[in-house]
T-cell receptor, first 113, second 111 residues
């Protein structure tokens, strides 16, 4: 079966712009979580969605937001991009809400210039 | 006191030898732990997990040990192969929603 699909794979944006990343979970998975990975901070939790509701949120500024659609696909948005937002953004899906059974996608590599 | 392994950012191991990767976790309330492998250009891949009511769990060529007394987790890989070269992360979970990841250990397998 298809895994977690993240699009686009690579993205280059300019400071001040906004960006939207997409994640399609494994078929049947209803929970989608987002993580940011940087060399300095490692992997950090952004937020988790289950049945279109944000269940938990990490310690990121309000410029980072997300949503989940009725088909469980999720998007995350970053507004007013800063250089420090350059990172690999990873999406993980699981059958039910929670970290057990997470499957990660390959991520979207965002570069802010 | 009990001796536990230190976390090392890098580990070089001879092909065929056993590897031990150590991790110290921070939250005594964590009750679920996972080891992930991440290869270049890919997302983390699940290796093995363990609940806090266990102290050892075995998979195919891998064993995870959990020492709750000193908040230590280790991953043992038997007969390390070139395909095991990757970055390995431990992760802990206290509320079932989010994972807190360790810094990662880069494993290089020497032929």
């Amino acid at each position: 079966k298809a895994g977690v699909t993240q699009t686009p794979r690579y993205l280059i944006k300019t400071r001040g712009q906004q960006v939207t990343l997409s994640c399609s979970p494994i078929s049947g998975h209803r929970s989608v979580s987002w993580y940011q990975q940087t060399p300095g901070q490692g992997l950090q939790f952004l937020f988790e969605y289950f049945s279109e509701t944000q269940r938990n949120k990490g310690n990121f500024p309000g410029r980072f937001s997300g949503r989940q659609f009725s088909n469980s696909r999720s998007e995350m948005n970053v507004s007013t991009l800063e250089l420090g937002d350059s990172a690999l953004y990873l999406c993980a899906s699981s059958l039910v809400s929670g970290a057990e059974g997470y499957t990660f996608g390959s991520g979207t590599r965002l570069t802010v210039v | 006191g009990e001796s536990v392994g230190l976390h090392l950012p890098t580990l070089s191991v001879q092909e065929g030898d056993n590897s031990i990767i150590n991790c110290a976790y921070s939250n005594s309330a964590s009750d679920y732990f996972i080891w992930y492998k991440q290869e270049s250009g890919k997302g983390p891949q699940f290796i093995i997990d363990i609940r806090s009511n266990m102290d050892k769990r075995q998979g195919q060529r891998v064993t995870v040990l959990l020492n709750k007394t000193v908040k230590h987790l280790s991953l043992q890989i038997a007969a390390t192969q070139p395909g095991d070269s990757a970055v390995y992360f431990c992760a802990e979970c206290a509320n079932d929603y989010k994972l807190s990841f360790g810094a990662g250990t880069t494993v290089t397998v020497r032929a």
